[in-house]
Protein backbone atom coordinates (compact mmCIF):
# COMPACT_ATOMS: atom_id res chain seq x y z
CA UNK A 1 0.00 0.00 0.00
CA UNK A 2 1.18 3.58 -1.11
CA UNK A 3 -0.58 6.74 0.09
CA UNK A 4 -1.48 8.91 -2.84
CA UNK A 5 1.28 11.72 -2.91
CA UNK A 6 3.05 13.39 -6.26
CA UNK A 7 5.50 10.41 -7.35
CA UNK A 8 2.87 7.30 -5.82
CA UNK A 9 2.53 6.66 -9.38
CA UNK A 10 6.37 6.20 -9.82
CA UNK A 11 6.74 4.25 -6.73
CA UNK A 12 4.06 1.98 -7.64
CA UNK A 13 5.91 0.99 -11.01
CA UNK A 14 9.14 0.77 -9.23
CA UNK A 15 7.12 -2.06 -6.92
CA UNK A 16 4.73 -3.37 -9.09
CA UNK A 17 7.20 -5.81 -10.71
CA UNK A 18 8.13 -7.65 -7.37
CA UNK A 19 4.99 -7.17 -5.31
CA UNK A 20 1.13 -8.62 -5.19
CA UNK A 21 -1.14 -6.15 -6.61
CA UNK A 22 0.10 -2.38 -5.41
CA UNK A 23 -2.56 -0.41 -3.75
CA UNK A 24 -2.22 3.60 -3.62
CA UNK A 25 -5.02 5.01 -0.85
CA UNK A 26 -6.76 8.00 -1.66
CA UNK A 27 -5.37 10.42 1.02
CA UNK A 28 -7.75 12.94 1.30
CA UNK A 29 -10.00 10.43 1.87
CA UNK A 30 -8.11 8.65 4.72
CA UNK A 31 -9.20 10.76 7.12
CA UNK A 32 -7.95 8.23 9.87
CA UNK A 33 -4.39 9.38 8.91
CA UNK A 34 -4.85 12.97 8.52
CA UNK A 35 -6.42 13.44 11.94
CA UNK A 36 -4.25 11.26 13.73
CA UNK A 37 -2.66 13.52 17.24
CA UNK A 38 0.33 11.34 16.54
CA UNK A 39 2.06 11.25 13.09
CA UNK A 40 5.01 8.74 11.78
CA UNK A 41 5.52 6.88 8.82
CA UNK A 42 5.28 3.30 11.12
CA UNK A 43 1.66 4.37 12.47
CA UNK A 44 0.27 5.97 9.35
CA UNK A 45 1.41 2.54 7.70
CA UNK A 46 -0.32 0.58 10.47
CA UNK A 47 -3.40 2.65 9.74
CA UNK A 48 -3.75 1.94 6.52
CA UNK A 49 -2.76 -1.77 6.75
CA UNK A 50 -6.04 -1.72 9.30
CA UNK A 51 -8.31 0.06 6.89
CA UNK A 52 -7.41 -2.11 3.94
CA UNK A 53 -7.73 -5.28 6.07
CA UNK A 54 -11.20 -4.20 6.80
CA UNK A 55 -12.36 -3.61 3.79
CA UNK A 56 -12.91 0.26 4.34
CA UNK A 57 -9.38 1.66 2.67
CA UNK A 58 -10.23 4.30 -0.36
CA UNK A 59 -8.17 3.89 -3.93
CA UNK A 60 -7.18 5.88 -6.12
CA UNK A 61 -7.97 4.39 -9.86
CA UNK A 62 -4.12 3.23 -11.49
CA UNK A 63 -4.16 3.51 -15.21
CA UNK A 64 -2.42 0.61 -17.46
CA UNK A 65 1.29 1.35 -18.49
CA UNK A 66 -0.10 2.08 -22.17
CA UNK A 67 -2.50 4.69 -20.75
CA UNK A 68 0.63 6.08 -18.20
CA UNK A 69 3.18 6.03 -21.01
CA UNK A 70 0.63 8.09 -23.14
CA UNK A 71 -0.18 10.70 -20.91
CA UNK A 72 3.55 11.32 -19.96
CA UNK A 73 3.57 11.69 -23.19
CA UNK A 74 0.69 14.54 -23.91
CA UNK A 75 2.37 16.01 -20.65
CA UNK A 76 5.98 16.30 -22.45
CA UNK A 77 4.23 17.59 -25.13
CA UNK A 78 2.48 20.58 -23.23
CA UNK A 79 5.28 21.22 -22.01
CA UNK A 80 6.90 21.91 -24.97
CA UNK A 81 4.63 23.41 -26.65
CA UNK A 82 4.87 26.23 -23.83
CA UNK A 83 8.59 26.67 -24.40
CA UNK A 84 8.35 27.35 -28.04
CA UNK A 85 5.23 30.02 -27.50
CA UNK A 86 7.51 31.48 -24.42
CA UNK A 87 10.40 31.51 -26.77
CA UNK A 88 8.33 32.62 -29.92
CA UNK A 89 7.37 35.87 -27.94
CA UNK A 90 10.85 36.66 -26.87
CA UNK A 91 11.93 36.64 -30.12
CA UNK A 92 8.80 39.06 -30.71
CA UNK A 93 9.43 41.48 -27.35
CA UNK A 94 13.35 41.85 -28.87
CA UNK A 95 12.17 42.44 -32.28
CA UNK A 96 10.14 45.25 -30.71
CA UNK A 97 12.74 46.56 -28.38
CA UNK A 98 14.69 47.34 -31.19
CA UNK A 99 11.97 49.14 -33.02
CA UNK A 100 11.98 46.39 -36.51
CA UNK A 101 8.69 46.41 -37.56
CA UNK A 102 6.72 43.79 -37.27
CA UNK A 103 7.57 41.00 -39.95
CA UNK A 104 5.45 40.78 -43.51
CA UNK A 105 4.80 37.30 -43.86
CA UNK A 106 1.82 35.18 -42.20
CA UNK A 107 4.65 33.85 -39.16
CA UNK A 108 7.61 35.21 -38.56
CA UNK A 109 8.98 31.23 -37.87
CA UNK A 110 7.42 29.62 -40.86
CA UNK A 111 10.95 29.63 -43.72
CA UNK A 112 9.36 33.11 -45.49
CA UNK A 113 9.12 34.67 -41.68
CA UNK A 114 12.98 33.29 -41.03
CA UNK A 115 14.41 34.50 -43.99
CA UNK A 116 12.68 37.99 -43.45
CA UNK A 117 14.26 37.66 -40.18
CA UNK A 118 17.73 37.20 -41.71
CA UNK A 119 18.12 40.22 -43.28
CA UNK A 120 17.07 42.11 -40.31
CA UNK A 121 19.99 43.83 -37.83
CA UNK A 122 19.41 44.41 -34.59
CA UNK A 123 21.63 47.54 -33.03
CA UNK A 124 24.11 46.56 -30.22
CA UNK A 125 22.94 47.98 -26.88
CA UNK A 126 25.82 49.32 -24.53
CA UNK A 127 25.10 47.17 -21.25
CA UNK A 128 22.81 49.40 -18.97
CA UNK A 129 21.81 51.57 -21.01
CA UNK A 130 18.30 50.93 -23.10
CA UNK A 131 17.85 51.87 -26.46
CA UNK A 132 15.95 55.05 -27.34
CA UNK A 133 12.47 54.96 -27.50
CA UNK A 134 10.32 57.17 -29.70
Same mark, same amino acid.
Given at each position: ???????????????????????????????????????? %??????????????????????????? %???? =???????? !??????????? !??????????????????????? =???? !????? =???? =????????
Amino acid at each position: MVEATANSMAVSRVLAPSLAPVIIANARQVKAIAQAPVKT %DKIDAGTLASLQAAGYLPQIWTPHAET %DRKR =RLVARRYQ !VARHRTRLKNE !VHSILHAHLIPKCPHADLFNARG =RAWL !VTRQL =RTMR =RGHRSARP
